[in-house]
């Protein structure tokens, strides 16, 4: 999934990136709650993180005026404030779950993971399917022809990413960004190397090819060919 964190301790935020990293998440960061809110206002994320106490805009302001705006990503709140009364007004400021601190790590992800299944209110979809290849988002499972295929944990991000995409031209600049984190070109191959050893996975031993190279576009994803 794609997650945005807007925390202002550096240290927590750090630790946080880092388990959501690690657990093979993308992840965007913003440090106060005039970044988040624009990030989260123009970008596109399954999950927005939020800490209650933010500079420049409190969290809860941060996510009551992107309800207004029609922007309905799943918020967690993370807040040293867990009393009642406190989670009341977070949910009614139209968080959708409330976490106070501290937190262990492995409770935060999993509700992470429950938010993730839908947007918006309405069930998203966890399981994307092109040709025989299955890719199951909540399981990190993944067969061809009912055949499992283990894959590392960014060969899993670029796949997914691109099964969500199929049919569609993705540019090395998309997969750049929502695959590596990067928000520049570093010049480097790193996506014609996971790309290729992504091929050999998905496609050796197994039908016709699913990963096509568009040549000066990028790559789609698509059977039938």
Not at 14 to 33: M, P, Q, S, W
Not at 138 to 144: C, D, F, I, N, P
């Amino acid at each position: 999934m794609r997650i945005l964190i807007i925390e202002d301790d550096r240290e927590a935020a750090n630790y946080l990136v880092k388990a959501l990293r690690e657990a093979g998440h993308v992840c965007d960061l913003a440090t106060d709650g005039e970044e988040g809110f624009h990030l989260a206002d123009t970008r596109d994320y399954d999950v927005m993180v939020v800490d209650r106490m933010l500079p420049q805009k409190d969290g809860l302001s941060v996510i009551s005026q992107l309800r207004e705006k029609g922007v309905g990503t799943p918020a967690l709140i993370l807040s040293a404030l867990g009393q009642v009364d406190d989670r009341v007004t977070g949910l009614r400021a139209g968080g959708d779950d409330y976490l106070a601190k501290p937190y262990a790590i492995s409770e935060l992800l999993a509700r992470i993971e429950v938010l993730g299944r839908r947007r918006g209110g309405k069930d998203i979809e966890t399981v994307y399917r092109v040709g025989d290849l299955e890719l199951d988002r909540l399981s990190h499972e993944v067969k061809r022809g009912g055949k499992t295929i283990v894959l590392q944990p960014r060969e899993f991000r670029l796949l997914e990413y691109m099964m969500k995409h199929a049919g569609q031209v993705v540019t090395r600049t998309m997969l750049l960004e929502n695959v590596w984190d990067y928000h520049f070109d570093p010049q480097t191959n790193v996506i014609d190397v996971h790309i290729s050893r992504l091929r050999s996975k998905i496609e050796r031993d197994f039908g016709p090819p699913l990963l096509h190279t568009v040549r000066g576009a990028g790559y789609i994803m698509r059977a039938g060919e």
